[in-house]
């Protein structure tokens, strides 16, 4: 749990910056009259960066919550997973070229060219398909080896993970898609724009959060990380 | 103090509301029932909330009756009251406390406190409620599913949980899985949205600071509830892969009835952790709504400005953040380090600090105030003595020492009854009556509300107290039945007699106030649109009840803080947040 800990004070850390910049040692009965400090704008834009940043700090929380688990759960000297890991590395290519294709489209809009940014997004959620698929391969290959039972529970955590984080996807794809199917019709480049920008900023996090779990399950070097961290002193 | 007479037009660019993007119903179906209105979705959450609460109250008449009276009812057998009692627990913590608090209070106040046209994205807003009553229902479909509900304990602990021998092994414990997993989805919805209204959506002149402490208690609950509901659902989640699909998070080896089960290796202890990393928090989501909803209740009532302001918002800051440091106090009998029970007692007890801070702040504000002794200032003032009450046992079970005999005893039990049962509940009840002449136009019947306040009040000490005592004698919780250990004295079955007896008023008088919240559409006093003089924006909008974009054609401007109640030199008692000067006459 020391990792999630640490999760929170990084958390902590960030909205304790913000909250010194509110005025909390104000005297709010001294000072009557319309404030100096007006709250910020409340335009739709900032509004649904704000929304997908806390979303994204509660998906943080809970892949961390999940890392912790797997550092209490799995003995020291597991084995991993019984997978070849090139297959993972396929999809995890899949993931990251989603990722850019999305950063492209955004640009594409920007610029105002759309029909080249309806193009890329649709590249972009093709290649998010291949990525789920390519997992959904992987667990099925682990299911079959029936590591998903083990005592080991690496494998377990692997279909654990690699679950939820493809349902996170699929719910971020659901937006995509809407966004890709309406591009056509909306004939706004910068709202185009901006919502290409909060995909981009999910699928990025997404990535993160992938290539991290991918390097714990595989216990790459950095799963000694993860022992120090998790591993509850006896 | 320093006036700034500015007409109510005010320099501010961003006051004009934005018509484009305000939601409009256009049916009878959109504007009640699919309704993306925060003040609607306020009421079918409270409405839901209170509609599960109500089967938690039976559910405790029913514990109650066969502590009480063993043997009284030829269905409820052990495995049948563990159901009742795991249900009960549940239903009141998840379904109706947080849910009234944060989906009910919070979607009705937030926009209307801070001065907004509603929450920031009304749609998802809409769909929370929506999957929280899918929740609810997932739940209540336990009780019909073949084998029960789960009888696992609200705390669902592992092996036990999903094992034969546990009551609704078979559907019960899934579908609770699967509800609490529904219901985590859909408050995080809610909750992303009650935080970036807070922070994006306030009126002009609205800073921080100028926030009623009802709007900080639920904003920092809310913050608190997106922070440790993920624990319980990574919890829930294995759970059901383990129950399901046989995997072995939580499941040691186990031989069952001679038979060696497919499990092993697991470890029940995650599960424990997991749990109270939610689990304590959750006394704090519950809480601070609570405390920010009683601040405001008493300045307003005893027509006295909140003292400490700013220590009670730094409080509550300081509370939220304490909660996620404490949780193993929960797991001393479970088995760990020695270093690590001083330090969760230590944490545990640091966080009294703030907390005791807030019930001086409160007392100290009743101080010489002009006491109103009005219904929901009743409910106020007996939270207070509550909460102090159950914080005292909180501090005793706090320590280590003292924890170990009482732990899993009836005197836990009565501690976190007063403590987060009790005080908590008054506080909603403070609150209803407080806010219904807003909702409704119509105050609730005085009379039936103080005959509710002091049969709930006195009741509910003369249930829990004596449940103290009971479990200093070493009444164990969570037993069916008391046979056969010598060391408890024959009386205790008298008073568990007579907490039963007393249980049954308690819940019967709460059909007065359901009376009461029915009559008073038709038959309350018509109210105007403040009639306890208050200075919150929710109490100035042109219409009562406050129609769809609360505030008309102009967004209400902020000039000062929420408490200026018997400022001297003003024409009235109290000077609203949105008054220009508190000589002026009332706002127009
Ligand atoms: C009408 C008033 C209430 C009465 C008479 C009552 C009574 C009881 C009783 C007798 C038990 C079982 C004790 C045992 O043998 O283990 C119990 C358990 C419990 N109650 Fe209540 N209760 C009431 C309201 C509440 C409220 C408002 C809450 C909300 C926090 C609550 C939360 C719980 C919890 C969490 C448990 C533990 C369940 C378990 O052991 O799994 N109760 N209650
Ligand atoms: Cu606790």
Known sequence: MSLVLLYLAGLGAVSGRWLARQHLAAKPWLSAGPSLTLPPDGGTELAAKLALGIFLAVVGLLFALLVAAY?????????????????????????????????RAGRAARRGAEDEAHATLLAAVAASLVFLGGQGLAWRLIWEAEAGRTADAAGSFFVLITLLHGLHLAGGLAALARIAVGAAWTGSPARLARSIGLCTLYWDALLVIWLVAFGILFRTPWSGLIDVLCRPPA | MVDTPIGAAGPFPGSEPDEAELYHPHSWLTRYVFSQDAKVIAIQYSGTALAIGFVALILSWLIRLQLGFPGLFSFIGPAEYYQIITMHGMIMVVYLLTAVFLGGFGNYLIPLMIGARDMVFPYVNMLSYWIYLLAVLVLVASFFAPGGPTGAGWTLYPPQAILSGTPGQGWGIVLMLASLILFIIGFTMGGVNYVVTVLQARAPGMTLMRMPLTIWGIFTATVLALLAFPALFVGAVMMLLDRLLGTSFFMPMIIEAGQRLHYGGGTPILFQHLFWFFGHPEVYIVALPAFGIVSDLISTHARKNIFGYRMMVWAIIAIGALSFVVWAHHMYVSGMNPYFGFFFATTTLIIAVPTAIKVYNWVLTLWRGDIHLTVPMLFAIAFIVTFLNGGLTGLFLGNVVVDVPLSDTLFVVAHFHMVMGVAPILVIFGGIYHWYP????????????????????????????????????????????????????????????????????????????????????????????????????????????????????????????????????AAEDFVPQNQPSHTAGVAP
């Open chain 2, 438 to 569: 807003k909702v409704t136009g119509r105050m609730l019947d005085e009379r039936l509300g103080r005959l509710h306040f002091w049969v709930t009040f006195l009741g509910a000490y003369l249930i829990f107290f004596p449940m103290h005592y009971l479990g200093l004698l070493g009444v164990p919780r969570r037993y069916f039945e008391i046979t056969g250990l010598g060391f408890i004295p024959a009386s205790a079955a008298s008073l568990n007699a007579f907490i039963s007896v007393v249980a049954l008023v308690v819940g019967a008088a709460q059909v007065v106030f359901v009376v009461n919240l029915i009559r008073s559409l038709w038959h309350g006093v018509p109210a105007g649109g403040n009639p306890w003089h208050a200075t919150t924006l929710e109490w100035q909008t042109p219409d009562t009840p406050p129609r769809h974009g609360n505030w008309g054609a102009r967004l209400p401007v902020v000039y000062r803080w929420p408490y200026d109640y018997s400022v001297p030199g």
């Open chain 1, 71 to 103: 550092g209490m759960r799995v003995p020291p000297g597991s084995t991993g997973i019984p997978l070849d890991p090139r297959l993972l590395w396929l999809t995890t290519g899949f993931l990251g070229l989603a990722s850019l294709l999305l950063h």
